[in-house]
């Protein structure tokens, strides 16, 4: 299910067209990447979440497959549609962004693909894609406030879960 949404996302990238403009979106993909790295790296010894094996993918493999498939094409897919004119269009869009990532863990959950550990929980994945969907786009803006914004997130994070990162 996991390979399927990758692929999915990917096919979307094409078929829409906006994987062509990916320079324009270049920055912020390495940025959503490295995030994702950055987890996995801070969290090794405890990660909040992670994946289950769906018979092809282990938890490694899956989440190297969502760093370099799924996060990239939903980035370049999120900014290459990005409403440019009347906030409410924009609210919409980020809020159905939010809803969707979270409809598909959701059932990644349901079907036990995705795994919650020290504190984790659904309602923190649902508040964490509000924290990532605003991200890109503040990203797309203005980097310096995104990494500020990011800094400060991942400091949250490691303190509300008590992350021992010196591990």
């Known amino acids: 299910m996991i390979l399927f949404c990758n692929i999915a996302l990917l096919l979307a990238s094409i078929l829409?067209?906006?994987?062509?403009?990916?320079?324009?979106?270049?920055?912020?993909?390495?940025?959503?990447s490295f995030c994702n790295l950055l987890y996995n790296v801070l969290c090794s010894h405890s990660l909040t979440w992670s994946f289950h094996s769906d018979s092809l993918l282990n938890h490694k493999t899956t989440d190297l497959l969502n760093t370099f498939v799924l996060l990239p094409c939903t980035a370049i897919l999120y900014l290459h549609f990005f409403p440019t004119s009347k906030?409410?269009?924009?609210?919409?869009?980020?809020?159905?962004?939010?809803?969707?990532?979270?409809?598909i863990e959701y059932f990644w959950y349901i079907l036990d693909l995705i795994i919650y550990n020290h504190g984790w929980s659904f309602p923190c994945s649902v508040a964490f894609y509000f924290a990532m969907f605003y991200a890109l786009e503040l990203h797309h803006r203005n980097v310096s406030k995104a990494l500020f914004f990011s800094l400060f997130a991942i400091?949250?994070?490691?303190?509300?879960?008590?992350?021992?990162?010196?591990k």
């Open 87 to 103: 906030k409410r269009s924009k609210l919409y869009y980020y809020l159905a962004w939010v809803a969707g990532f979270s409809a």
């Open 16 to 32: 829409t067209g906006s994987l062509k403009r990916w320079q324009l979106y270049y920055k912020t993909v390495l940025y959503l």
């Open 155 to 166: 400091l949250f994070l490691v303190i509300t879960f008590k992350i021992p990162i010196w």
